[in-house]
């Protein structure tokens, strides 16, 4: 008889700690078959990249672990939006769980395609203004995630601070590129109140930008670029000119500074990948997107101030003092050097 109890009482142990491990499976998001996620970037560069890595690296942080509990289909669009769309139709086609569109391009594609699989903006400057989401404080779709709104006021406010001479500056922008419209019409009205003349000029695709920087040879005195994807992508190109011409550059994006760049004041896109991916969590748990608001990166930990000393030499530029103190880190003999470490 007690034989039987013991038995009996094994057995509803046994049932109970089944129960609380699939209830602690469920509440984590953790399903016994992997999700699927699907990440597109719409080119391939050091920010859309740090982004992707930042996402990946936030969903293991909450607990989802690549290959185990989670895999993804990482796919490069080559800065063409037919690609974007026949990506996205394909993680539609899959069925994944959840997509990751990184850049406005690839988060204009997604909306278009699907109206239902949950995505997760990555890298879009104003969605509002991209037309994919109704407002910031609640898209009204299936779209949630974060801004990479760059605060390009206090980008411009660094020419004078650099180059107190300059009074031209240059930009090279794709103006099929929401994102980069609504940034080169901010610079508009930040140089005029700084007393500078922005020339501007556009570049459809990578191929175009070469020439696009030759163009602004004597014309400027200093080159700002945006987060614009066509630009970014042929850096190269512009850095080129840079040193051709003795023009510095300022941009928008961090990541770019130890590529060529004199300096930049922006947010740091691994970070953004990681706060994207805390968004993603809260739609795998059961949140609906529309319900999640549309964040920035808008606090001094996630905002970086790097200086890139080599490139002054190359350039012959003196540097104030003040402002290496002020830096985050500095790009030197090769090196960035981060004054946290």
Known sequence: MRKNRNEMLKRVLINIISIVFILLLVNTGISAQPLKIGIAQIVAHPALDACRDGFIAGMEKAGYVTGVDITYDLQDAQGEFSNAIAIV?????????????????IIQAAAQVTSEIPIIMGAITDPVEANVVKSWESSGNNLTGMSDAAPNKTQLELIPKFLPEAKRVGTIYNAGEANSVVQVELSREVCKQLGL???????????????????????????????????????????????EEKIPIIVADPTLVPDGALTSFGIDYFSLGERSAEKAVQVLQGKLPTDIPIGKLEQPEDLTFIINIDNANQLNLDIPNELVDEADSIVFAGTVWNRSE
């Open 89 to 105: 139709q394909k993680f539609k086609d899959d069925k994944v769980d959840l997509i990751m569109a990184i850049a406005t391009p």
């Open 197 to 243: 003349d922005l020339v501007e000029v556009t570049a459809g695709n990578s191929n175009e930008v070469l020439l696009a920087a030759q163009s602004l040879a004597g014309r400027v005195d200093v080159f700002y670029i945006v987060t614009d994807n066509v630009a970014v992508s042929a850096f190269s190109s512009i850095v080129k000119v840079s040193l």
